[in-house]
């Protein structure tokens, strides 16, 4: 490895400064709202359903945008192989995520949704040599992750065959979650404009999600109201257009095990969110919950 690609690297891999840290946090925010505009729309739009056209809309935006910039969106060349195995992992994720919750319980869910920090620490180990946990910052994800089992309680074993599926693919898709990230990282995709690296997972997940939404006999019985149409809209610019590419600009730019463990506030946003939108119930453990999450991101965080 030569000085100059040695220096790139180490960049890449550099922890979050305070103005990084406040953004992924935003970021976090959003997806914890996301959360809440899902079930806003799931009565007149199912989930894959609303994940398809969400991811198509996307794609037209990003499109757009990259017109309008200059950035190329050409898929030929070294990205293509990581580009379309990043979009069939991306399509992964939620053919597992939404389907899951037919089965268990979204409490649940979210505890093995949340794997994918896991995975991606465990991934940069071996493939990111500057990205590896100290064990004080194993510690701190441990931690984080304790924080999520206070908030949502300890999945206990169970003989439900329906529950022990569901777990199953919430699971497998926390898997793909962690996987897209370390292949963004890990690849030419790295190099790659971040628009180009989510349009890969766009268009390749929108066939993978229709299929899906039509193999599960999702259908839409009326035309959505204004309320579903604002949430798919609000998932579509907001949410995947304009967040997941700030994402995967910082996936490039940071390290992304530290990033990842940002990634468990944001079932604890969607608890907030769904108070104040829905009037959810908040329960005495969550102050807990949250103060074991940030204590574990600072030691994430900690300098050496």
Known sequence: MTSTTQAQHT?????????????????????????????????????????????????????????????????????????????????????????????????????????????????????????????????????????????????????????????????????????????????????AAPEKTLQYQLVVSVPMLAVAAWLLGETMTKMPGALALTSLIYQSVWVVSLTFLLWFMMVAKYSASRLSAFTFLTPLFGVFAGHLVLGDPITPAFAGAVALVIGGLILVNRPR
């Open 11 to 191: 960049a890449a891999t550099r922890p979050l400064e305070l103005s990084a840290s406040v953004l992924v946090i935003f970021l976090c925010l959003c997806w914890g709202f996301n959360q809440v505009a899902v079930k806003l729309a799931i009565a007149d739009i199912p989930p894959l359903t609303q994940a398809w056209i969400r991811s198509a809309f996307a794609a037209l935006i990003i499109w757009v945008y990259a017109r309008a910039r200059g950035i190329s969106l050409d898929f030929r060349g070294e990205t293509l192989k990581p580009g379309l195995l990043a979009g069939f992992l991306f399509g992964l994720e939620f053919v597992f995520i939404y389907p899951a919750l037919m089965f268990t319980t979204a409490s649940r869910a979210s505890l093995f949704i949340y794997v994918a920090p896991f995975v991606v620490v465990l991934g940069s180990h071996f493939l990111v040599p500057n990205d590896r946990f100290r064990w004080s910052q194993w510690a701190g994800l441990l931690m984080s992750f304790a924080g999520l089992v206070l908030a949502f309680g300890l999945p206990t074993p169970s003989a439900n065959a329906n529950q022990l599926l569901g777990d199953s693919l919430a699971l497998a898709g926390g898997i793909a979650w962690g996987l897209t990230t370390l292949v963004v990282k890990t690849t030419s995709l790295a190099r």
